[in-house]
């Protein structure tokens, strides 16, 4: 009777709480975010400019200040609201099943960094199934909450391109589709298929290979339990635990590689790159690198803004999860000094991703939100995809670069070094453990992380 009790009395704490997170967490996206129309946008490698489209019709190049890297500027709002909206977002839940070993059905003030860490991977497995180029068709259809969110006043008074664009959001002569042909049909069903199978990767349910209810499974093997905060860097191991389980045929292609102590050991993305899949053939992989660093102190050192930028500014990242202590964000890009970002404290109701043709405007985020780098904190997860070894390679030579570049007189944010980690005598972490999904010496690791602290060396 006494634990009967005792689980009435956490249903309705858990229903309380629940009611007031819902309030609490609904107003996230009225707040305003301004643009200026003179500072180029990047978002994931991708560079706009809401200029007038008369002067930016044609591409340039730009060269990113931080590295040197080329990218392209889009004169047209719609082009970066269309990619934007096209992110998969990935907020508090409500009302999903309930979380074994609890009574929780909402992960409201406590989540925000396993979703920011959904954000990270799904980014990443869009850019493995559906490609850089890919939007979501229907992206523009969404209703924005408050089109103002999307330009500044200024903008507006001195740009009539940049004000016809958000007044035709709502004009569906913009949403015109391409002349239909059966090549461009057959590709749209594949990469519509592919953009649901990810985000139904991600349900809030137990069968979800990468839903919450999975992630605090593999959290428990650190000493994390549902209702507790976790850090970015205990978030990157629980990802990779999550992949290397992950039994859809479809994943077996994919592994991710979590750096040790700031360092990313070439020998050991090979191997992951180079593994055997489950047919006992060998095959390549594609690796998505995740980097837990801190970027200072106590407070974040603007020293470093030059370097996360340049790492924004490539087409093979996949954001950066950190923000303020205790709230974690997803940064896709960048204006000026301050970052773009997607807010998970925004509480959703469930969505069912088993039934046939879910409703998907609640994975896509209609808004953009900025936040100062130096407001950061310094804890975060840096991620970026290589589908080839090449690619591997040749992202690791350019992000060398750019930390020699960024770091002058600092010592650089982390580190590329060949060969394997147990040749610098750490231990190796095993691709599976038939016991326990972590090795005593990875435990110890995220004991450390689950602190937040780092030691630069």
């Not at 409201?108 to 559906?130: D, K, P, S, V, Y």
């Not at 790159?273 to 995740?290: R, W």
Request: overall charge neutral; charged content about 25%.
């Amino acid at each position: 009777m006494e634990a009967t009790g005792t689980d009435e009395v956490e249903k309705i704490k858990s229903k309380f709480m629940s009611a007031w997170h819902n309030m609490k967490y609904s107003w996230v996206l009225k707040t305003k975010t301004y643009f200026s129309r003179n500072s180029p946008v990047f978002l994931l490698g991708k560079c706009y400019h809401f200029k007038t489209e008369g002067e930016y019709r044609a591409l340039h190049s730009f060269q990113s200040s931080s590295a040197g890297v080329s990218t392209e500027i889009s004169g047209n709002v719609e082009e970066f609201r269309r990619d934007f909206i096209s992110r998969i977002w990935l907020t508090y839940r409500e009302e999903f099943p309930q979380i074994k070993g609890s009574a929780l059905t909402t992960d409201c003030g406590w989540g925000c960094t396993l979703r920011t860490g959904q954000m990270l991977l799904a980014q990443g497995l869009m850019l493995h199934f559906l490609g850089r180029a890919w939007v979501w068709p229907e992206a523009l259809e969404m209703d924005s909450c408050d089109s103002e969110s999307w330009t500044s006043s200024t903008v507006r008074k001195l740009t009539a391109s940049f004000e016809a664009s958000l007044t035709a959001e709502r004009d569906p002569k913009v949403l015109a589709r391409p002349p239909a042909s059966r090549d461009w049909d057959v590709t749209e069903r594949r990469n519509e298929l592919y953009h649901r199978k990810i985000i139904s990767w991600f349900g809030d349910s137990p069968l979800a290979a990468f839903g919450l209810h999975q992630l605090i499974e593999y959290g428990k093997k650190s000493g994390k339990m549902a209702g507790d905060w976790y850090g970015p860097a205990v978030v990157a191991h629980i990802l990779r635990k999550a992949v290397e389980e992950a039994r859809d045929p479809e994943l077996q292609g994919v592994t991710v590689y979590v750096a040790q102590d700031c360092t990313v050991y070439s020998s050991d993305v090979i191997d992951r790159q180079c593994s055997f899949v489950d047919s006992g053939k060998a095959g390549t992989k594609a690796v998505i690198i995740l980097v837990p660093v801190r970027l200072g102190g106590e407070r974040t050192n603007t020293d470093y803004l030059e370097f996360v930028k340049g790492i924004l500014s490539l087409e093979y990242c996949v954001g950066i999860i950190g923000g303020r202590p205790k709230q974690s964000y997803y940064f896709a890009g960048f204006q000026d000094d301050s970052l773009i970002y997607m807010d998970p404290h925004y509480c959703q109701s469930f969505v069912d991703v088993s039934i046939k043709d879910f409703p998907l405007e609640s994975f896509h985020c209609p808004s953009p939100k900025k936040m100062s780098f130096k407001k950061m904190d310094p804890s975060c997860t840096i991620g970026f995809y290589c589908r080839t070894v090449q690619d591997f390679e040749k992202a690791s030579e350019e992000i060398t670069k750019m930390l020699k570049s960024s770091s002058k007189e600092k010592y650089p944010l982390f580190t590329f070094v060949k060969g394997h980690s147990r040749d610098y005598d750490f231990a190796s972490s095993p691709l599976h453990e038939e016991h326990d999904l972590f090795s005593e010496d990875e435990k110890k690791r995220l004991k450390r992380f689950s602190t937040e602290e780092f030691v630069l060396l």
